[in-house]
């Protein structure tokens, strides 16, 4: 008899209702890719919870197991490229977008999608970080580049409490940086000063510079995860020279601008993508987090271990946004 593994199914059950299910599946309905991968570890992000209450951006077609992130070992590699028992990492790309996600004990990938797992790091430890950690080592880099040093000033870091958003304010904490945390749950303060935040301000902060065309200088850079009207009022709040890496849409994915902090204050909007990344990039990025950017123990402060049966709650409580952390899905 053909064998079977659990994952996780997303169905549109009636028009525009989507519901989650744990489920049975045979390895003859993955996608015929090369690399057979039986995933240890997997991880809740804000583009799983999308796809699985059925944004058609993120995912075409139903039924469909979401994941964006898998770390496992290796089961069969048909490339030849990887041995059996191989520990692999895989991020983005297309997987649990319209392939067959990490939300599944297993999956099956082109080899070209995976990294081995870099030394240092357990399975674990990577999918607390998975791509929300990528993704914010990303935007820190960006900001380094651009010129950031911790003696320019404050850095604001926008939906502080959600995975991109807590590793980068830990993250930017251990490079020396004072982190101001914008966060629509106060009452999570003692989380992100514990993750190292030099302070916590109410999202309710920034609504009032809506109504300006800028504001004054408050920040010297910053890393939006936020995008929609959240972004510009942070780039109308940046000092001279400043800039922000921006890489989320939380809020919505629309911005009206102008361009005065541009043309007044030189600031800079740096885009992030973690998904197409090339390997070798996404490889380098992942070797500083195995390495000198290995956040040790504010690791175990920003994950919520849970199981494959649990994943459809933990969804739909990143989809209202009241996600904390990072939630790593436990198959080992
Ligand atoms: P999470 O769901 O973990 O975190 C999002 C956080 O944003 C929430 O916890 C909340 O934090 C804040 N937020 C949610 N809704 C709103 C709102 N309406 N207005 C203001 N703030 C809000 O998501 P991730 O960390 O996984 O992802 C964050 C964003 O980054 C997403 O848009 C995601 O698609 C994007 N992303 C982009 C990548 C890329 O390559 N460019 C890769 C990974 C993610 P709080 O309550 O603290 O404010």
Same mark, same amino acid.
């Given at each position: 008899m053909e064998k079977t593994f659990r994952a996780i199914r997303v169905e549109?059950?009636?028009?525009?209702?989507?519901? *989650? *299910?744990?489920?049975?599946?045979?390895?003859?309905? &993955?996608?015929?890719?090369?690399?057979?991968l039986a995933v240890s570890h997997s991880s809740l992000n804000y583009k799983d919870a999308l796809s699985a209450f059925g944004n058609r951006a993120i995912t075409r077609e139903y039924p469909h197991t979401p994941g964006i992130d898998a770390v496992g070992s290796v089961v069969e590699d048909r490339s030849g490229t990887y041995s059996p028992g191989d520990q692999l990492l895989v991020t983005g790309y297309d997987l649990g977008m319209n392939t067959s996600g990490g939300l599944a004990e297993r999956i099956a990938i082109p080899e070209g999608w995976a990294l081995p797992l870099p030394g240092g790091l357990s399975a674990r430890e990577s999918m607390i970080l998975g791509t929300a950690g990528l993704t914010a080592a990303l935007c820190v880099e960006k900001l380094l580049e651009a010129g950031a040093k911790p003696e320019d000033g404050e850095v604001l870091v926008t939906g502080a409490t959600g995975g991109v958003g807590s590793i980068a304010v830990s993250l930017l904490a251990k490079l020396g940086f004072r982190v101001a945390a914008v966060t629509g749950k106060l009452e999570s303060s003692?989380?992100?000063? !514990?993750?190292?935040?030099?302070?916590? &301000?109410?999202?309710?902060?920034?609504?009032? #510079?809506?109504?300006?065309?800028?504001?004054?200088?408050?920040?010297?850079?910053?890393?939006?995860?936020v995008g929609g009207e959240t972004l510009f009022n942070v780039i109308k709040s940046l000092a001279y020279g400043g800039g922000v890496a921006a890489c989320g849409m939380a809020s919505g994915a629309q911005f009206q601008a102008n361009v005065f902090p541009f043309i007044l204050r030189g600031v800079s909007l740096l885009g992030v993508d973690s998904v197409e990344l090339?390997?070798?990039?996404?490889?380098?990025?992942?070797?500083?987090?195995?390495? !000198?950017?290995?956040?040790?123990? *504010?690791? !175990?402060?920003?994950?919520?271990?849970?199981?494959?049966? *649990?994943?459809?709650? #933990?969804?739909?409580?990143?989809?209202?946004?009241?996600?904390?952390?990072?939630?790593?899905? !436990?198959?080992?």
């Open positions: 549109e059950v009636a028009a525009g209702k989507y519901d *989650q *299910q744990l489920v049975e599946r045979r390895l003859g309905e &993955l996608p015929d890719n090369p690399l057979l003692e989380f992100l000063t !514990d993750l190292g935040a030099w302070k916590v &301000l109410d999202r309710e902060t920034l609504v009032p #510079f809506a109504s300006k065309a800028m504001v004054k200088p408050l920040w010297a850079w910053a890393v939006d995860t090339p390997l070798g990039k996404k490889t380098a990025v992942w070797e500083k987090l195995a390495g !000198d950017w290995y956040i040790g123990k *504010q690791l !175990d402060r920003l994950a919520e271990d849970i199981s494959l049966e *649990q994943a459809p709650e #933990f969804l739909a409580r990143l989809h209202r946004g009241h996600g904390i952390g990072r939630y790593v899905v !436990d198959m080992a």
